[in-house]
């Protein structure tokens, strides 16, 4: 008698094992698939925060002033590379 109830619930313990493992597949794709959404969200959110390349044309190069050219001039001609002929000179070419 025993081994007839055994026999008897052997398609049940297989349809529940099945059944159970059917479940667990699926409960994982679904949580994979959600974990994927969120990836894109973040991605998506990334995306927009980052500066879009444009053509916009690069800020022209700095162009010392006339005061600091003539700084530099008189640190030149203070160390001794300047002589005062040629101070002069440069400072009248910058001035004009």
Known sequence: M???????????VTAAVV?????YVGKKN???QAHEAAQD????AMQQQAPQ???APA????????????GELVRLH????LTDAEYASAKAKLIS
Do not use: H, K
């Open 30 to 32: 679904a949580q994979g």
């Open 41 to 44: 969200q973040q991605i998506a």
């Open 2 to 12: 025993f081994a007839r109830r055994a026999m008897m619930r052997r398609p049940l």
């Open 59 to 70: 800020p022209p190069p700095a162009q010392p002033t006339l005061t600091d050219q003539i």
């Open 19 to 23: 059944g159970g493992t059917a479940y």
């Open 78 to 81: 203070d160390s001794g590379v």
């Open 53 to 55: 390349p444009g053509y």
